[in-house]
């Protein structure tokens, strides 16, 4: 049968009030195919914060798990307080729309970018229309007609293996017009992350049980993300290490300065420039209550899962503080830079409730299809980094577990399949971001048949997560999604109809802003395998 490659309906009308929708509670039972249980585990064997998997649901070696013991002496992981400020990013909350409009337009300014291998594909995205045709499986079909046309020429990016002697990490704290790449590499005594562009001293974040170590390993590939700085080219920043890097490396990164003169670089900035700003007030004894209220919740019982549907396994809790504070960073540096956050628009005209950005391949909402470039500037998108990939890993190991020793199921990969991803789509959500319901269909026709799983982490707000058979469902579904929690639906519930009618305002856990300076919002990661 041929599945259509078109992942599809970003539809900017959400079915179904949130509001009646019913919720999924701990102990609620779907009967949809008869066969859906939820079946809640507070049951932690098999995830690697603590560090004692279930025998045989990981192919990480003891070594590797070791590393996931709680006391990883993880540096502080915020993000540069003295980062460049993106000019004419504007504001405008009060629309209800996406918060800042980085649209970009054509240009053929000089590319700067990210120094991060790019995967390549052989395989050529098939281009579809945005119109869509139901399939008789289900699935809406695109026609092919009115496809969007851009004649923007490609720009080339020849990646630059980093240079990692010659810009040695310096926490944020101490530098002040210096140039600071922000890196990611290779783990040395015992820090799971080094380098990347906090401060040294240790985490500000008391470890909180029993999700306190890093799930990130360590001794993979390294990885170097140079955020985009102010004065990376300042000539009179004093740095060592930055006005001294011969003119490969200072191009090699994304450069703010070069940048501001692009007006397709225009990057939104998941986290927040607190410099200069006005004062803000502390939190209330009030909030502060109902975060610790929350946060009690989240932890009591320890990760917990559940079965959705068929195939669709949600894990709360299940990715750790630092591991957040670590995505963040990441996300961040990588959104700062060239195919980093940008205002994805339909080709209505329209624009999408949330800011957006690929690895690995680009996903285009107006063509509704993955493609090697970014067709609005030409961006390669970076590949997913490694310790993504690991997480990812981890978090299906951890699903089949349950599906073996919860569920009882002989087989979880009959399940759940598998899958080893090499795309994904970050998108983030400020308060009035939202997502209509809409099926990801757009990855190659063997992944959907083979019904491989997509995976999604939510860090930040928690967003309402609504999910039906059918797009005119009048009462979707509806799961909350809260900081740390993993979404994964493939197998039977891969074609489910999804998405996200509204984010929960200021219900991010606060260590995500004191720590990691995260803006309002939502962030969320769904990986695949194209
Ligand atoms: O934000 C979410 O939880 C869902 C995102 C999603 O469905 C998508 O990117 O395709
Ligand atoms: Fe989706």
Redesign the pocket.
């Known amino acids: 049968m041929n599945r259509p490659r078109n992942?599809g309906g970003y539809s900017r009308n959400t079915r179904g009030s949130p509001s009646n929708n019913r919720s999924h509670q701990r102990h609620h039972d779907h009967n949809h195919d008869g066969s859906s249980r939820v079946v809640p585990s507070s049951n932690d064997q098999s995830s690697p914060i603590n560090g004692s998997h279930s025998q045989g649901q990981t192919s990480l070696d003891n070594a590797e798990l070791a590393r996931y013991s709680p006391n990883t002496g993880l540096v502080s992981q915020q993000c540069n307080q003295d980062h460049v400020a993106i000019p004419n990013c504007s504001n405008h909350q009060q629309d209800g729309h996406s918060m800042v409009d980085c649209s970009v337009t054509n240009d053929h300014s000089p590319r700067i970018r990210s120094p991060l291998q790019v995967q390549t594909s052989s395989e050529n995205a098939v281009s579809y229309s945005s119109k869509v045709i139901k399939g008789s499986d289900g699935i809406e079909q695109p026609s092919n007609s009115g496809r969007h046309q851009n004649k923007q020429k490609p720009k080339e990016w020849t990646p630059k293996p980093p240079n990692q002697n010659k810009e040695p990490f310096l926490p944020s704290s101490s530098v002040n017009n210096k140039y600071q790449p922000s890196k990611i590499k290779r783990h040395q005594h015992g820090q799971t992350w080094s380098g990347i562009s906090m401060g040294q001293e240790g985490s500000k974040h008391p470890a909180t049980p029993p999700l306190v170590g890093s799930s990130f390993p360590h001794d993979e590939s390294s990885l170097t993300v140079y955020a985009g700085r102010k004065d990376i080219l300042s000539k009179s920043g004093g740095s060592q290490d930055g006005p001294n890097l011969p003119e490969s490396e200072r191009t090699a990164g994304c450069s703010s300065e070069l940048l501001e003169s692009s007006p397709t670089a225009k990057k939104f900035d998941i986290c927040e420039i607190k410099s200069g700003g006005p004062v803000k007030l502390k939190p209330s004894l009030l909030s502060k209550n109902r975060e610790r209220r929350q946060e009690l919740s989240r932890t009591k019982n320890g990760p917990q899962r559940l079965q959705l549907r068929s195939g669709m396994i949600l894990l709360k809790n299940h990715i750790s503080h630092p591991d957040q504070l670590k995505i963040i960073k990441v996300c961040r540096d990588l959104g700062l830079c060239d195919g980093g956050f940008y205002h994805p628009g339909y080709s209505d005209g329209g624009k999408m409730h949330l800011q957006m950005m690929c690895l690995g391949k680009n996903w285009d909402p107006e063509k509704k299809l993955y493609e090697d470039r970014r067709l609005i500037d030409g961006a390669v998108p970076p590949p997913i980094p490694e310790e993504f990939k690991k997480l990812v890993k981890i978090a299906i190991q951890t699903s089949h577990t349950f599906i073996k020793e919860e569920l009882k199921e002989k087989k979880p990969e009959e399940i759940l399949p598998g899958m080893q991803p090499d795309i994904c789509?970050i998108?983030f959500?400020t308060k009035s971001g939202k997502?209509g319901l809409?099926q990801?269909k757009d990855e190659s026709k063997e992944s959907l048949n083979k019904r491989l799983p997509?995976v999604?982490f939510?860090i930040g707000d928690s967003?309402d997560?609504i999910f039906a058979d059918h797009r005119d469902e009048e009462k979707p579904e509806k799961v909350l999604?809260e900081s740390g929690d993993v979404?994964i639906f493939g197998g039977e519930a891969r074609h489910i109809f999804?998405?996200?009618p509204s984010i929960v305002p200021d219900s991010a856990p606060s260590f995500l802003a004191s720590e990691a300076n995260l803006r309002p919002g939502?962030l969320?990661l769904?990986f695949r395998q194209y």
């Open positions: 992942r789509i998108n959500y997502l809409h990801d997509v999604s939510s967003a997560f999604l979404l999804h998405g996200v939502r969320n769904t």
